[in-house]
């Protein structure tokens, strides 16, 4: 049902706070890197804060509507320099190059169904080996909800695999929340047992599309969704679909690219 509000209704979502910290985080790491190796400081990391959050409002004015007064941005703007402190506990960014970031990738499956998104980092070894890097503004999950996180870094490693043909080496997410890391080393087998599911899931989207059923599949998370007013769990009434003939070729909507910090077509499949 998110699947259908997000991509073919196309409804429109409010910026959130947390949302909006999470693209200003992303921001300031991403471009942290932009600095030499040596230059590559917590205190460095705080004072492109404010410069981010300035080109963030100007590409995106209605974030400055997300604060009823200077001292809670500011509140805020402090909770985001907590999480890049962490940042820095858990690795050294002065010994690390990375090959790309924010790098956009894509690829065709067998099946058809193209796939594209966005990795926050990708290193490479010397010796050629690739670990995909990812952070996350929120605390690490508990272990019973660790598989659905590393299903977003097993999509990632799919795509590489399947648009450059190996496997990398190491999934890494990074939690600036709680300042913990999860590493996972995937195989071929992960991937393609991943690469089934999300042929399945897409073969499952498409049998929804067709028929119109869209299912709901309620969870603690509903508590946070902007479209939980129109959804049939809490007793709402979605918009009509759109006319089949309006909406755009599936296999171009089967996975969307998302931006930094926006929602990421693995989570929305996850």
Known sequence: MLYRFRVVDRLPEPPSAAAARGTLVHAVLERLFDHPADGRTPQAARSMLGPEWERLTEAEPELTALFDSGEQRDVWLTEAAAMLDRYFTLEDPSRLE??????????????????RGYIDRLDVAPGGDIRIVDYKTGNAPREEFEARALFQMRFYALVLWRSQGSVPKLLQL???????????????????????????????IERARDTGDWRPRPSRLCDWCAHKAICPAFGGTPPPLPDPALLPDPAAVAVPAAGPGAADAADLLA
Do not use: F
Not at 98 to 113: F, N
Not at 180 to 199: F, G, H, Q, W
């Open 98 to 115: 990375p090959a790309h970031r924010e790098l956009h990738c894509e690829a065709v499956l067998e099946s058809g169904l193209l796939l």
């Open 174 to 204: 990074m939690y600036l929340g709680s300042g913990e890391i999860v590493r996972y080393a995937p195989d071929e087998a992960d991937l393609r047992a991943t690469e089934r599911k999300v042929n399945a899931l897409w073969q499952a």
